[in-house]
């Protein structure tokens, strides 16, 4: 049979390819099969254009390569003494170049394709779970939503506040505005709000006695709640404060709180219902009436005159003041450690009888007729101040039942000691704060046994 040699046909030969120009064009997804030469007349051959390398997104689809790029492929892949020379590339691949797509655009094999679709096809299968969705489950599984009834905020209102509260003049002294101290107090807030750090009402709550505190909650203690499991945003609630506060809050409030000293107020306690988001005013839940001590702040010059001028220079202490003081008891309060400025003249106290105001007050051991306590100072608020007496000697250090042990074996002995005062931070005294002190002479007079006293 007659071929036409003008006629271009494809000649493929695997043993002129390499076995890296097979694997290209096996990866590459490019097949062409031609049967054999006397079963084929090259006039049954068409001049149309194959339809397989339309220029076309097929084209990319089915990862057919085009001619370029498939020719650099196999001259990569032969050995260097069987580089192919144009004439037979050409004869071996016969293509329509104006269907080929530009160099760029040549595609990835069809094993990557197959992966990235995998790919696709897994994350399109996937749910998204934003951060904010996880916080919000998170949320949504560890918050309660209970609905908290009328009936449990008037229970929780009368069971869990205090009516009457001692508020230390420390923490009137350090309040500050914008703070958290008078948050509530004279203005509407979140009823969930009740019980912040540094916060006054919280100081109404029964639960903070056990509590801690810190001035303006600059330590972020935890707060605490007025009616466990509380829902947020449903009650909202005010302290309303009698006399010459009502209608003040904010830096006015504080001004005239600190004007007014030791001052014992009325308040009510209010609760509210909401609407739309608010407290409305109009729905009042629970009541209750309270009194709030707040103690007026001392000047530290106030403190330094009154140490210097109410407290002896030397004292004599009887013998029999030793023998019957007990441990736990009121006599070495205050000795080697540090308690609250006002409880300096305790009945019963080794340093009441430092105050000049001891010489004509009672005295009963350990307290037992509790007798008037003596102020070191007149008007002296509470919690503000704090103080020590150290004792000097083998007592250094020493407190509770092993200074008093020491004492009784020390026999009579004349200790030198000082009065430290120091100022207060988050309701405790302020070792850093050293406000006045003062050196005094304690005359201690030991026991004297029975035995001693009969052979005498």
Known sequence: MKFNTNQKYTRWSIRRLSVGVASVVVASGFFLLVGQPNTVHADDLTSTPTKVLQEDSS????????????????????????????????????????????????????????????????????????????????????????????????????????????????????????????????????????????????????????????????????????????????????????????GKDGQALLDQLRTNGTYAYQATVKVYGAKDGKADLTNLVATKNVTVNLNGLVSKEAVKDSVTKNIKDHIDVPASYLEKANVPGPFLAGVNQVIPYEAFGGDGMLTRLLLKASDKAPWSDNGSAKNPALLPLEGL??????????????????????LLDQLRLNGTHAYQ????????????????????????????????????????
Request: glycine share 6%; proline share 5%; charged share 30%.
């Open 59 to 246: 084209l990319l689809e089915k990862n057919k390569l085009p001619e370029t790029a498939l020719k650099e492929e196999m001259d990569s892949a032969l050995p260097a003494n069987q580089s192919a020379t144009k004439e037979e590339v050409d004869e071996t691949i016969s293509l329509d170049k104006s269907s080929l797509a530009p160099k760029e655009e040549v595609v990835k094999p069809k094993e990557e394709q197959t992966i990235a679709e995998v790919s696709n096809q897994k994350e399109e299968a996937k749910p998204e779970a934003t951060l904010v969705e996880v916080s919000n489950q998170d949320r949504e599984a560890t918050t309660s939503q209970s609905v908290t009834t009328p009936d449990e905020v008037r229970k929780g209102v009368e069971e869990n506040t205090k009516d009457s509260v001692d508020v230390p003049a420390s923490y009137l002294e350090k309040a500050n505005v914008p703070g958290p101290f008078l948050a509530g107090v004279n203005q509407v807030i979140p009823y969930e709000a009740f019980g912040g750090d540094g916060m006054l009402t919280r100081l109404l709550l029964k639960s903070s006695d056990k509590a801690p505190w810190s001035d303006n909650g600059s330590a972020k203690n935890p707060a605490l709640l007025p009616l466990e499991g509380l829902a947020k945003g449903q009650y909202f609630y005010e302290v309303d404060l009698n006399g010459n506060t009502t």
């Open 381 to 402: 608020a509470k919690g503000q101040y704090f103080y020590e007496v150290d004792l000097n000697g083998n007592t250094t250090g020493k407190d509770g039942q092993a």
């Open 417 to 456: 000691a000082t009065v430290k005062v120091y100022g207060a931070k988050d309701g405790k005294a302020d070792l850093t704060n050293l406000v006045a002190t003062k050196d005094v002479t304690v005359s201690l007079n030991g026991l004297v046994s029975k035995e001693a006293v009969k052979d005498s």
